[in-house]
């Protein structure tokens, strides 16, 4: 039997998910979510109380992915590049993560939301990868939509390692390297089973992916918002989703007539 869910929370502003054809509701939104530490700034915070205000513009937008019927979303919470940042700004982004997601794991679980992490366990703190783990397991069985939280995660890095583990197979005899395709690259990366980005939105203006998921991201359209991550809420992706259901996707390939 499956297990009951409950619905999203209404927006407070009563503002409701717009009706578009099923085929044009991307499956997978991949999410930059950018501007935490400018919105600090322009308000005279510490760049930390902009992460903190970021948490909430998370999960009201997962909300509203479930609403408009998204199916997976991933969310780049800690990059392979952001150990650069102050050893102070590091550590309370390890605990901050490590937090939120035992503050929100029943919520998600409610909510019917699968979380999964993607990403390297070498250097993350035992204890975020401890609830993260936690979430996995509890959620597991969950279908209503897949929310991967990206921590420790760098597109670069992901390759490197398929590229490592592909070796060690071909090193091994388990493996003909004349027989590797793309297809043997995609089952060594870290969640094989997700599905490529149809959509990668970034918030803030700013129009790069910043090494995320540079392989599922192919063919992914790519919409940029110019509102800070703190600011935004599920209205804001309802637009990005408006802006990407206007695009044509071709896949390479050419428009009749074109």
């Not at 102070?88 to 901050?96: A, H, S």
């Not at 029943?106 to 993350?124: F, I, K, N, Q, S």
């Not at 918002?225 to 809420?233: G, H, K, S, Y």
Request: proline share 5%.
């Amino acid at each position: 039997m499956r297990r009951a869910v409950r619905t999203p929370t209404p927006h407070p502003s009563g503002a409701t998910a717009p009706v578009l054809p099923r085929e044009l509701v991307p499956e997978h939104v991949a999410i930059v979510m950018d501007g935490n530490g400018r919105w600090a700034k322009q308000r005279g915070l510490p760049r930390t109380r902009g992460h903190e205000m970021g948490e909430s513009s998370l999960f009201d937008v997962v909300e509203g992915a479930i609403e408009i019927g998204v199916k997976a979303v991933s969310a780049y919470a800690f990059s392979t590049e952001n150990w650069s940042r102050s050893p102070d700004e590091v550590r309370f982004l390890m605990g901050f993560n490590r937090d939120v997601i035992r503050r929100r794991r029943d919520e998600m679980h409610e909510l019917g939301v699968r979380v999964r992490w993607a990403g390297r366990t070498p250097r993350l703190w035992r204890s975020v990868v401890k609830e993260l783990q936690a979430a996995e397991e509890m959620t597991r069985d969950n279908d209503v939509l897949t929310l991967t939280m990206c921590v420790n995660y760098g597109g670069r890095a992901e390759l490197a390692d398929a590229a490592r583990a592909i070796g060690l197979e071909g090193a091994a005899g388990r493996l003909d390297p004349e027989k590797i395709t793309e297809k043997t690259l995609a089952r060594h990366l870290y969640l094989p089973d997700l599905a490529d980005a149809d959509m990668v939105w970034r918030t803030s203006g700013e129009q790069r992916l910043s090494n995320f998921m540079l392989w599922q991201a192919a063919y992914a359209e790519m919409v940029f918002t110019d509102v800070l991550w703190p600011d935004v809420d599920r209205r804001a992706l309802w637009s990005a989703i408006e802006t990407y259901a206007s695009r044509d996707r071709r896949y390479g390939g050419a428009l009749p007539n074109a």
